[in-house]
């Protein structure tokens, strides 16, 4: 009779459990029952099967396409070469008209900017639809990389982030734009710096404060290939 | 449609960290864990949000699989349900337990005879729930496909809380009598 009606009771208990019944805190009580009691974790097993059949009349839905992407770049982040270049596909058409943006900045000429001793490097960093322009020129005496943002403002409550692609590599993140600035100088390291005259810069949308993995997590908003002026 | 044995090879396979395999077991069961997270959300953003938890959770937590003793769309299954139902409790703030970590929780390695019982149960539910009265059978429903709890249950059936707990209960074990047979 005891023994029925404790198994009575670890039946129902572990239904309950399954069924998130229980209250917080006699939840709690059970995972340590639980954890402890494998006549109790086989009892709640066989529910979770049972109860899980309760599904088979609910029709299978395929998720958006783009959530897998999303999903995976939330685990792995944006750290596959070919993934970080696929999102780059519009590179080639920026890459194409080089001259001709190389031409403009030089024209629209951060002249105070400008010094005299030692090479300097620039970059016009667009989006596509000119939405987002960004100037930028490195310094690498001092290694300081100066950018002006002439189009385009942040979305609100997001960040803009920088990034070095050097050759193959991963993307590199020089930093956050500051919030709320126009103008940003940033100090490269050494090594990255000295990828910079072959490299190319990226800006993405990231959450605020910048991308919590490392690498670009959202939308890459403009690029533009460094050349030395 | 992937079998169960090619499921248990893929979740083997993620929790040595093989992203391959990660894709295939995305391939074979999002669509099923996404209908779940869409009939528990009814709203498709919600139900988004829910299965990328769903699946950042079935990577991190792979390697617990082997040793959980439940069938691997059962644990799949179970993830889903919970982190669904969670996330719409959170959305009433109601005050049930939280079931995050119940699929971590079953670490009990029944091998295969009772992994037999277990596939012998599947599908008899339904006929079990048949042999309850109706309004019992839909509590049962509501709790595990809803997340109800008792204080919403005994809310609608306008019945006190005691009375629901109480037919609930010996309703569960009428069902487990009829499953066990």
Known sequence: M?????????????????????????????????????????????????????????????????????????????????????????????????????????????????????????????????????????????????MTRTAGVPIEGRSQELWLIAGDAAPVSLGVWPQGQVEAVLEVSAEYASLMADGVLAISDEPQGGSPTGAPTGDILAVGPVTLL | MSDLKDIEGYIARCALGDRDAFSLLYSATSAKLFGICLRVLGNRAEAEDALQDVFVKIWRNAERYQVNGLSPMTWLITIARNLSIDRLRARKTAQGAGLEEADDLASASPGPEALAIAASERGQIVDCMAELEADKSDAVRRAYLMGETYQELADRYSVPLNTVRTWLRRSLIKLKECLSR
């Not at chain 1, 309760?54 to 792995?76: G, H, M, Q, S």
């Open chain 1, 2 to 146: 005891t023994d029925d009606s404790n198994t009575e009771d670890e039946i129902v208990l572990s239904a309950e459990y399954a069924l998130g019944l229980l209250t917080p805190g006699e939840a709690v009580a059970f995972e340590d029952v639980l954890s402890v009691d494998p006549e109790m974790r086989e009892q709640y097993a066989s529910w979770a099967e049972s109860l899980a059949t309760l599904t088979d009349e609910i029709a299978p839905v395929d998720p958006p396409k783009a959530l897998e992407a999303r999903i995976t770049d939330a685990l792995f982040g944006v750290s596959e070469k070919r993934s970080f270049l696929s999102r780059l596909g519009f590179l080639s058409p920026v890459l194409g008209g080089l001259a001709a943006a190389v031409i403009v900045l030089v024209v629209l000429g951060q002249t105070n900017f400008m010094r005299d001793d030692g090479p300097t490097y620039v970059a016009e960093i667009v989006a596509e639809d000119s939405s987002l322009i960004v100037q930028a020129q490195f310094n690498p005496e001092d290694r300081s990389l100066r």
